[in-house]
């Protein structure tokens, strides 16, 4: 058999995919483990180091004859949820890393003169991914959408997808091998088959200018062959309506202007109902209209200086404990934040479930998004640099139209060192060039020397927040009562944002204030904290980690931690610790002082 592999899946991918006609196909999906690659390789053979020679489980074999000798089966192979990582489904898989194959039937009619598209919302980490043995592609990057022409690979009736998936932890990747989360594998997030026309609305973008309350601006691109169209977008509520037209690319820029709109904001998270028809397609969605600035060392959402009363959260469900699979899991945890009095959620380490960014438009939140350039990235790699500024592309093309997303984060702790230097402005730069609507920062590093904690990350001159993580109390600096003796200096002229900070507490274990990993520890490190970052220039926001203790296996004291990061305000039975409510009554005062300042 002969087959080639594309090196990658198409460019761009379908905008706003829940509004489309979708046919969701999860559900238990069978699979195979495979540690030794023999689904790639065959039984003797050596592993094709050339796609075009890859066969293997792809073909879905069923025996033909009693004789004949076939060593898999997926039909009686055991099956697993999808979306769902795998670690959490079957306890054999709680650390594996390596290959799986998952099979999955369906019956499908496809309509005349329609196209087809089938839509990964993430499988962690590469997926080579085949229809009815047809092969359509790969992938690598763990926690992005892709998704592939089928218009021509599927069957009247019967279907199969078989996807091999890998989440080997390799040097060159994004993230690279080395991270304080665990490796969830697997096919992450929904897999839809979506219906379009002929010509259809790919991609908009439907936003306010910069810093411009009076004008929206945005795009429309279409795809297929009738690519010259009028195109009307119609926000009824405004009494909004423009007509614009598509070069031969198939896009059309706009510019509106507008003069009564109520703007989204934390209070009330206003959203239009935006309606994009075009003479063969048409698409809604709902938008908020707000504008982000940093001017000065302030932030201003709609020109009022706002902070940040934030938290960070990995995705993750503990009650799984994995990834979350709903958007029940998703709300539960954007509940809990809200709860401790949050308006702003740093979404670490890496792209988040979509459904939290339209929850947080919906619930008044606003948020950090991040790509997995993480600790010790392989600098020097062009195709590492390629890998993340993908990530970095696909994030702000998935979520450009959430006016609760206003930081775009390029990476977290990345060491001070001259290689790491080049690769961040690469990123820097790209995300610029794609969004200049919002504020893009990184979680930077400190020094300290005579007890001054300085920022100076030549980073920073290339960032419009200048973000930085510190674990005084906890890591460094002694005990929690004599962090206070440290001061700061930050050499920019920016907002600042405290991007960590924090203690681990095992839940419900009480001690004194000197006992590591007692809840007392923890609040102790939290209130004089909370002193401390008084000392911090131009400080506008603080997202202290971590909402919720996260697994990590990395973390292995068998008497408090067991796998378990323990930094949670919130343990993994859902138990507020103490440091909660220290954090809860500093975002209570806060939100006071700010009310009043700006009255
Ligand atoms: C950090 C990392 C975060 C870790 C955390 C910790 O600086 O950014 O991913 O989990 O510290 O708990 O040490």
């Known amino acids: 058999?002969?087959?080639?592999?594309?090196?990658?899946?198409?460019?761009?991918?379908?905008?706003?995919?829940?509004?489309?006609?979708?046919?969701?196909?999860?559900?238990?999906?069978?699979?195979?483990?495979d540690p030794f690659e023999t689904g790639f390789r065959g039984f003797q053979g050596a592993k094709a180091d050339d796609d075009s020679k890859l066969s293997g489980f792809f073909e879905n074999k069923q025996q033909q004859s009693k004789s004949e000798l076939i060593e898999y089966n997926f039909e009686k192979s055991p099956t697993m949820n999808v979306p769902g990582d795998w670690n959490s489904q079957d306890k054999e898989l709680l650390y594996y890393e390596g290959t799986i194959w998952y099979e999955h039937d369906f019956n499908f009619h496809p309509q005349p003169n329609k196209r087809y598209f089938l839509r990964f919302n993430a499988v962690n980490y590469e997926a080579y991914v085949s229809l009815n043995d047809k092969k359509l592609g790969v992938h690598a990057g763990g926690f992005t959408p892709f998704e592939f022409e089928v218009t021509n690979q599927l069957n009247d009736g019967n279907n199969f997808i078989v996807i091999k998936v890998n989440n080997t932890r390799k040097k060159e990747n994004v993230p690279t091998d080395n991270f304080d989360w665990w490796n969830y594998g697997g096919v992450i997030r929904d897999v839809l088959l979506v219906e379009?026309?002929?010509?259809?609305?790919?991609?908009?973008?439907?936003?306010?200018?910069?810093?411009?309350?009076?004008?929206?601006?945005?795009?429309?691109?279409?795809?297929?062959?009738?690519?010259?169209?009028?195109?009307?977008?119609?926000?009824?509520?405004?009494?909004?309506?423009?007509?614009?037209?598509?070069?031969?690319?198939?896009?059309?820029?706009?510019?509106?202007?507008?003069?009564?709109?109520?703007?989204w904001s934390l209070e009330n998270p206003k959203r239009y109902h935006v309606l994009i028809t075009s003479n063969t397609d048409s698409v809604n969605d709902d938008i908020g209209f707000r504008t982000i600035e940093a001017k000065g060392t302030d932030i201003l959402l709609n020109g009022k200086s706002i902070f940040l009363r934030g938290i960070c959260l990995h995705d993750e469900n503990p009650f799984i404990p994995g990834r979350p699979r709903n958007t029940g899991d998703c709300k539960m945890l954007l509940s809990w934040a809200k709860e401790l009095n949050c308006n702003f959620i740093r979404l670490a380490h890496y792209p988040h479930n979509e459904e939290e960014s339209r929850l947080a438009d919906s619930m008044g939140l606003l948020l950090w998004e991040e790509?997995?350039?993480?600790?010790?990235?392989?600098?020097?790699?062009?195709?590492?640099l390629r890998n993340a500024q993908h990530q970095i592309t696909d994030l702000i093309q998935r979520d450009k139209n959430r006016a609760s997303v206003i930081v775009w984060s390029i990476g977290n702790e990345a060491p001070n060192i001259p290689e790491r230097e080049k690769f961040m402005e690469a990123m820097a730069d790209t995300a610029h060039a794609l969004d200049n609507s919002r504020l893009i920062?990184?979680?930077?590093?400190?020094?300290?020397?005579?007890?001054?904690?300085?920022?100076?990350?030549?980073?920073?001159?290339?960032?419009?927040?200048?973000?930085?993580?510190?674990?005084?109390?906890?890591?460094?600096?002694?005990?929690?009562?004599?962090?206070?003796?440290?001061?700061?200096?930050?050499?920019?002229?920016?907002?600042?944002?405290?991007?960590?900070?924090?203690?681990?507490?095992?839940?419900?274990?009480?001690?004194?204030?000197?006992?590591?990993?007692?809840?007392?520890?923890?609040?102790?490190?939290?209130?004089?904290?909370?002193?401390?970052?008084?000392?911090?220039?131009?400080?506008?926001?603080?997202?202290?980690?971590?909402?919720?203790?996260?697994?990590?296996?990395?973390?292995?004291?068998?008497?408090?931690?067991?796998?378990?990061?323990?930094?949670?305000?919130?343990?993994?039975?859902?138990?507020?610790?103490?440091?909660?409510?220290?954090?809860?009554?500093?975002?209570?005062?806060?939100?006071?002082?700010?009310?009043?300042n700006n009255h």
């Open 1 to 33: 058999m002969h087959c080639i592999f594309h090196t990658n899946a198409q460019s761009g991918f379908i905008q706003n995919i829940y509004a489309r006609n979708i046919l969701n196909l999860d559900g238990r999906w069978h699979y195979i483990i």
């Open 196 to 263: 379009e026309p002929q010509t259809f609305i790919k991609d908009y973008k439907i936003q306010l200018a910069k810093n411009d309350l009076k004008t929206i601006t945005g795009f429309v691109q279409l795809d297929g062959a009738n690519l010259s169209q009028q195109i009307k977008i119609n926000i009824p509520e405004a009494a909004l309506q423009t007509t614009v037209h598509t070069d031969t690319s198939g896009k059309a820029n706009f510019n509106v202007p507008v003069n009564t709109l109520k703007y």
């Open 371 to 384: 790509v997995p350039v993480y600790w010790t990235i392989d600098w020097t790699n062009d195709s590492t």
């Open 441 to 596: 920062s990184a979680a930077l590093l400190t020094f300290t020397k005579n007890n001054t904690i300085t920022l100076d990350d030549a980073l920073g001159k290339k960032l419009d927040v200048v973000s930085f993580n510190e674990y005084y109390g906890w890591y460094t600096g002694g005990m929690p009562w004599e962090i206070n003796k440290f001061n700061f200096k930050v050499d920019y002229d920016k907002p600042v944002i405290i991007s960590e900070m924090g203690a681990g507490a095992l839940g419900d274990f009480h001690a004194d204030s000197a006992t590591r990993f007692s809840e007392e520890y923890q609040e102790s490190v939290y209130k004089n904290q909370m002193q401390l970052i008084s000392k911090v220039p131009n400080l506008k926001g603080i997202t202290p980690w971590i909402l919720v203790d996260f697994r990590s296996p990395k973390r292995m004291n068998p008497d408090y931690q067991n796998d378990w990061n323990r930094k949670g305000l919130i343990s993994e039975t859902g138990q507020k610790k103490k440091a909660f409510y220290v954090l809860k009554d500093f975002y209570d005062n806060k939100e006071k002082e700010y009310n009043s």
